[in-house]
């Protein structure tokens, strides 16, 4: 059966292919608007849905698998950076500090569906400003969330509790039971 990825992140292709070495890649047409402020574990999960059930219209004969994650602090979602200067404020807001990251994914086939939430802590270690700088001028947290990536060098990262794949964008354990629980993969 043939695998779509709903997303075009460089960082969940590379997930995805250590289950699924083969797959195509086909992003979501779709808003990312939700109404209201639902928690993060709705949020993500609606969003995941609305995105494979969206390819998955496009390709039925498919499965499909697509996600979602936000970082959330302070009962906030923090997004992209807007630019440089935002990447350093959200830095500086997460130094030392706890938040968790949420990722909502959705897969869909012929064969059944399995949808998810996984959440991880992640405590940052103290940055100073030289350490801010350096890292925002590496360009490494401009296109992700919460404006850094956990598998960086150096990482602004002290610690986790869960998923290291999960912070990354793809909780690749979930995914891959998942796989294996409506028969995708063998």
């Known amino acids: 059966m043939r695998v779509i990825l709903a997303s075009a992140s460089p960082r969940r292709k590379e997930i995805l292919s250590r289950i699924c070495p083969v797959f195509s890649v086909e992003p979501a047409r779709c808003g990312e608007e939700v109404e209201g402020e639902p928690a993060p574990e709705e949020l993500t999960l609606l969003l995941a849905r609305r995105k494979a059930e969206e390819v998955a219209s496009r390709f039925p004969d498919a499965a499909v698998l697509a996600a979602d994650t936000v970082v959330w602090f302070e009962g906030r979602a923090l997004g992209k950076p807007k630019d440089a200067a935002d990447a350093a404020a959200t830095l500086s807001l997460l130094s030392g500090r706890e938040h968790a990251v949420y990722t909502g994914w959705c897969l869909l086939s012929p064969k059944g569906g399995r949808c998810g939430v996984c959440r991880t802590e992640v405590t940052f270690r103290e940055l100073d400003t030289a350490f801010i700088a350096a890292y925002v001028a590496s360009g ?34 979930e995914i891959a039971r998942a796989f294996q629980e409506i028969g995708v993969l063998v």
């Open 140 to 173: 490494n947290p401009l296109d992700k969330a919460g404006s850094y990536g956990i598998q960086d060098e150096p990482s602004p990262v002290l610690r986790y509790r869960g998923s290291l794949t999960n912070v990354i964008g793809l909780p690749q354990e």
